[in-house]
């Protein structure tokens, strides 16, 4: 089974076990590092807390276990997505407008490779409206890799 054909079957049963809680599923990656991690990101207002990753874990563990979706071997990780949490689902980009963001790029956009914006908003023909030295730009999605919350030290 393909990589992504697991994240959206994983992404399926977590919504299920969610379902009707505060609880929101914000990622699921499945990589290989030195071994196959399946990581479940989940967030709520306020925070999730190690109780709530537990019961997310403990419940998703015995979905797993009964269906067994999963060749390989596999450790399971639920947690919640930090302080830089990546922005994916147009929900992220309605809630996180005004907030800086790191935006990188497949290829270098007028010039550079990362930048760090104001996100202003993401429109409807998918591309991200953002401030940069107080000039707004418009970059269509499909030139960006990866948008993430931006931490000031």
């Known amino acids: 089974m393909r990589r992504e054909h697991i994240e959206d079957l994983i992404a399926k049963e977590v919504e299920t076990i969610i379902a009707g809680s505060d609880i929101e599923l914000v990622d699921v990656e499945y990589v290989r590092e030195r071994d196959w991690y399946l990581r479940v990101f989940i967030d709520k207002e306020g925070g999730v807390d190690l109780e709530d990753c537990q019961a997310v874990s403990e419940k998703l563990s015995q979905v797993l276990d009964e269906k067994d979706p999963i060749r390989e071997n596999y450790l399971l990780e639920v947690s919640s997505p ?6 994916r689902k147009d929900k992220d980009f309605i809630r996180y407008a005004g907030r800086k963001v790191d935006i990188h790029f497949f290829k270098a956009w007028n010039g550079v490779k990362d930048v760090t914006a104001e996100l202003v908003k993401k429109t409807a023909d ?3 409206v953002v401030l940069i030295d107080g000039e707004e730009h418009e ?9 993430r919350l931006h931490i000031d030290f």
């Open 82 to 87: 930090g302080l830089d949490r990546i922005l």
């Open 126 to 128: 998918d591309k991200l």
């Open 139 to 147: 970059i269509d999605r499909k030139e960006i890799s990866q948008v």
